[in-house]
């Protein structure tokens, strides 16, 4: 099993050679160092992922920030930038102390899987096995007066009761406070000076208290998230007949050397920690002080060190530097679906989990699942998960990759911007600049000047498994759809939003409109993800929809023929101009993109009448297509296994 060379239990050698401050108070063990080339990456366009959150942190989005990236069990990148306090005095460092938030839920879910295999948890035990106050649940059904308007809160038994593996995915029925429902408002007793939700209380008090409230929907029957990870780590401290704190720092964090991680920071470590967003913590995790609440969903402290040897450890199939924690099969469990196929998905961003973000849901993962809709580079089958003030990890067993950002912010788009530049940085095996022509390559001005324009990549990642909008002969790629952003909604489909110029907004779909029926069948009673299948199909082929709109007394019959989707994150956009006989390519937004970066144009190299060389940096290579009559519709970059293809958009 993988090591994580040059990462002892305190931090990374990157602190010593990279970064070069050997100042801390503990002594650092110092082993050579790969070079990012040495481990697939460009050092240049790792470089832009520093560069990148120093403008968050002069723009005000984070006072700093910490990167941690390896591969092959090697890191790759460490670096901090900006500030550890909120006035920008004190530089950051590597070995900065964050707030991980829901950063935890990993770590609780691995602690019980951990108890799985010794036979003291059983996945498929009701809760109540172990937290009896928990059996007499009820699940509290909201219903509308239709003359009135007025909602009611009926109570009806479960169906089954809650398992250890609802806990685990999200399928519980337990929620959190501030929700729009009557049940989650509910969940707001638990919060304040008068509620549970206090770090002078216990889990076992939380449990009590949340056991007298209703479930907001069946176990089993909807992904939502919320409150299950606390009630897991209290089921865990039951099974183990320890304090959950004591479990983890015996079991897990010590024997893996996560020596910073934690459920508050002590005194002498103090000056490492990073001030929170808005001046001040939150009162339930206020990580400076002891606490007597254990949040197994929200409660650790940690460091990109700590949580690189954790992930390191999932990676290698439950082992890290000869410390057995699970089984290679328990972390495939975990990390492969958990969900039924029928599952609903509620209270959540698309972002997060769901048809919609691409993503499923594991024994404490969000798993990468469908390339067509993810809006993040990587590969299928990589997970991942995140903490509300942006710190965010995951882990690409395809690519034997683990990469880590700390932040504490309001929440942002952080989490996908370092993610595309992390894949942006791979380099191309084996490419070095191509072997000058025998006859310089001329082209004409009126052939060159047909190349200027636009062009749209889906990706800014050669890894990324993404299908390109056109394959290698310029036929386009995709899954047919309407090009519509659907939610499930107290069981009626919705329409929330449209593809631009997408089949549906031409065929006159509306935001809002509530689809009752695809193809004469009903929509009530289906999941979101069987509908999304439902209207997914072959290009050129036709769905039909009833659709009941407000103002409209008649129900709406429309049919669309399905077109090519690209349901994608933001991707790349570059410029290509003519200049003194030359054509010159910049990134035309933000993202930067192999060798081109916004307002930095770069003049490439022909090597025939449409393939073109960067002379310098990691040497790109680029390739124009066509359609019959020589117009240029798409542009390849690197062309060949690693290739990234563009299409004109201009």
């Known amino acids: 099993m993988k090591h994580l060379h040059g990462l002892p239990a305190t931090l990374s050698v990157l602190y010593l050679l990279t970064v070069g401050l050997a100042t801390g108070a503990r002594a650092y ?12 990456f460009s050092s240049s366009r790792l470089a832009r992922i520093a560069a990148w959150q120093r403008t968050q942190v002069d723009a005000g989005a984070f006072s700093g920030a910490v990167a941690a990236i390896a591969r092959n069990g090697k890191v790759a990148y460490l670096r901090a930038v900006g500030f550890r306090d909120a006035a920008k005095t004190i530089p950051l460092q590597p070995d900065a102390i964050f707030w991980i938030a829901s950063m935890t839920k990993p770590v609780t879910s691995v602690a019980a899987m951990m108890l799985v295999e010794e036979g003291r948890l059983d996945l498929e035990a009701p809760v109540h096995q172990y937290l009896p106050e928990l059996k007499d649940m009820m699940v509290g059904v909201e219903t509308k007066d239709p003359a009135g308007g007025q909602s009611k809160l009926t109570l009806e038994p479960q169906k089954r009761p809650m398992t250890v593996e609802d806990l685990l995915r999200h399928t519980s029925g337990l929620v959190v406070g501030g929700g729009s429902t009557e049940v989650h408002r509910l969940y707001n007793s638990l919060y304040g000076n008068a509620g549970v939700w206090r770090r002078d209380k216990t889990l076992a008090d939380f449990v009590l208290a949340l056991s007298k409230l209703p479930l907001a929907h069946q176990p089993g029957e909807v992904w939502e998230y919320g409150h299950s990870t606390d009630v897991l780590a209290r089921v865990i401290e039951v099974a183990s007949g320890q304090p959950f704190d004591q479990f983890l720092e015996t079991r897990l964090l010590e024997p893996l050397g996560m020596v910073d991680t934690g459920f508050y920071v002590p005194q002498a470590k103090l000056s490492r920690l990073v001030d929170p967003p808005g001046g001040g913590w939150p009162p339930v995790f206020d990580v400076t002080k002891p606490t007597r609440l254990f949040s197994g969903s929200g409660g650790l402290v940690s460091t990109a060190a700590d949580y690189l040897r954790f992930c390191q450890m999932l990676l290698n199939g439950g082992e890290l530097d000869g410390v057995h924690i699970l089984s290679p099969a328990t972390v ?3 990390t492969t679906n958990a969900l039924p196929s029928d599952v609903r998905f509620a209270g959540v961003d698309s972002s997060f989990a769901g048809p919609q973000g691409g993503a499923t849901w594991g024994l404490g993962f969000a798993i990468r699942s469908d390339a067509a809709w993810s809006v993040v580079p990587g590969s299928v089958g990589s997970f991942s998960w995140m903490g509300i003030w942006g710190t965010y990890f995951w882990v690409d067993p395809a690519e034997q990759l683990i990469a880590v950002q700390l932040i504490q912010a309001a929440p942002g788009v952080f989490s996908s911007t370092f993610r595309d530049l992390t894949y942006g940085a791979f380099r191309v095996s084996d490419q070095g600049a191509p072997s000058p022509a025998t006859t310089p390559v001329t082209i004409d001005e009126a052939t060159l000047a047909a190349y200027a324009g636009i062009y749209r990549f889906s990706s800014t990642s050669s890894r990324d498994e993404q299908a390109p909008d056109r394959d290698t002969r310029g036929n386009l790629r995709g899954f047919g759809g309407v090009g519509i952003d659907l939610r499930m909604e107290n069981g009626r489909l919705r329409v929330v939003s449209l593809v631009q110029k997408g089949p549906a907004a031409g065929a006159g779909v509306m935001a809002n409109d509530i689809i009752t029926h695809l193809d004469g069948d009903a929509t009530q009673g289906k999941s979101l ?28 019959e429309i049919a669309i023929v399905r077109a090519p989707i690209r349901a994608t994150g933001t ?8 200049k003194n006989g030359k054509l010159q390519i910049e990134a035309h937004e933000a993202l930067p993109i192999l060798d081109f970066e916004k307002d930095s144009p ?13 002379d310098g940096g990691d040497h790109t290579r680029l390739a124009f297509q066509h359609d019959g009559v020589g117009k240029a519709t798409g542009l390849v970059l690197n062309p060949g296994r690693w290739q990234i293809t563009g299409r004109r958009i201009d």
């Not at 209207?535 to 082929?541: A, H, L, V």
């Open 332 to 334: 495939q469990r975990m």
């Open 571 to 578: 991707g790349a956009v570059l410029q290509v101009a003519v």
């Open 29 to 40: 063990a110092v082993a050579p160092a790969d070079t990012p080339e040495a481990l697939g």
């Open 602 to 614: 770069i003049a490439v190299v022909p090597m025939s009448v449409d393939e073109f060389f960067v």
């Open 529 to 556: 993800n069987q509908a999304i299948e439902k209207m997914r199909g072959p290009p050129n082929t036709k769905v039909r929809l009833r659709i009941v709109r407000k103002g409209q007394d008649a129900p709406i």
